[in-house]
């Protein structure tokens, strides 16, 4: 699918899963608007990008957490660009982010640290999809994509980490479910001119403890954990006219894990 022209800004997109979806589209065509908190992995990334795909990119350095910072990002890049026609909502604060009170027992997770992930997961793409709209609209293609995960519409299994230093935090599957119910509110409301849709991904192998690893394998259905390539079709797929009739869905690649 050719994206030759069409500008995507990807939130956390010099992370793992962002990294792959950033050379997702520019193999497709897109030019790359990288937004994440450190500008020297951005810089990197960007440049790579270009010298790979041999398309164009804009770093942008950004503290997500920070809502007047977060509401420039569309200016920014329709001054660079001229247009904003992709917007994947990718940045999260995760399970083995080291905040205080996070991946810890539930006794000990913090009101403080709920309210900051509710604000990166969740109310950053508030503010991004309603500052990107008026751009998205006017590209004649515009669609969302926001990054769900699994711990937003099933609950954790905790026999998968039992005698782990391993935690689940609930601030992080309350901040994930809010991102697939904001995903159906936003296409209804955003039709017809942008499409919204989620990709909820299933757990990525990340050199988990093989305890842990033996447990998820075993409970999900294609006996595997997640690998970033898994997540390039469902990528292209959503951001490009491929799923030009689809909106408001949530593409669930998990493996399996949530069937049962
Ligand atoms: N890794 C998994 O197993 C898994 C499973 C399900 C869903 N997901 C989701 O996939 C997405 C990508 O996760 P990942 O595994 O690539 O993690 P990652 O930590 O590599 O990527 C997250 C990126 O977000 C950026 N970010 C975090 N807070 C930020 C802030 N305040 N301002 C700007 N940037 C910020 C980080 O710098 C990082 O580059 C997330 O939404 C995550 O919830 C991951």
Request: proline share 4%; aromatic share 10%.
């Given at each position: ?36 908190i ?33 509401r ?16 994947i ?14 991946g ?14 509710l ?55 309350a ?7 904001f ?18 991904p ?59």
């Open positions: 699918m050719d994206l030759t022209g069409r500008v995507a800004v990807i939130t956390g997109g010099a992370g793992y899963l962002g990294r792959t979806m950033a050379n997702t589209l520019a193999e497709a065509g897109a030019n790359i608007v990288i937004v994440d450190n500008k020297e992995k951005i810089d990197s990334f960007c440049q790579e990008l270009e010298k790979e795909w041999q398309i164009r990119t804009l770093g942008i350095a950004v503290d997500l957490e920070n809502k007047d910072e977060r420039l990002i569309a200016e920014k890049v329709v001054a660079h660009f001229g247009s904003l026609d992709i917007l909502n990718n940045a999260a604060f995760v399970g083995t982010s080291n905040l205080t009170g996070w810890v027992p539930f006794e000990q997770q913090e009101t403080e640290t709920w309210r900051r992930a604000e990166v997961n969740l109310t950053a793409l508030f503010d991004l999809t309603q500052s990107c709209a008026p751009y998205l609209k006017k590209s004649g293609h515009g669609s969302i994509i926001n990054v769900a995960s699994i711990y937003g519409i099933v609950g954790p299994d905790p026999r998968l980490y039992e005698g782990l230093p391993m935690f689940n935090p609930a601030a992080y599957a901040s994930k479910g809010g991102v697939v119910q995903t159906k509110w936003c296409s209804t409301v955003l039709a017809p001119d942008i499409r919204v849709n989620a990709i909820t299933g757990g990525i192998f990340r050199n988990q403890a093989p305890a842990f690893l033996e447990r998820y394998e075993s409970r999900t259905p294609l006996r595997r954990m997640a690998h970033e390539d898994d997540f390039i079709g469902a990528t292209v797929f959503l951001a490009s006219d491929l799923s030009k009739y689809i909106t408001g869905q949530n593409i669930v690649v998990d493996g399996g894990f949530s069937v049962w």
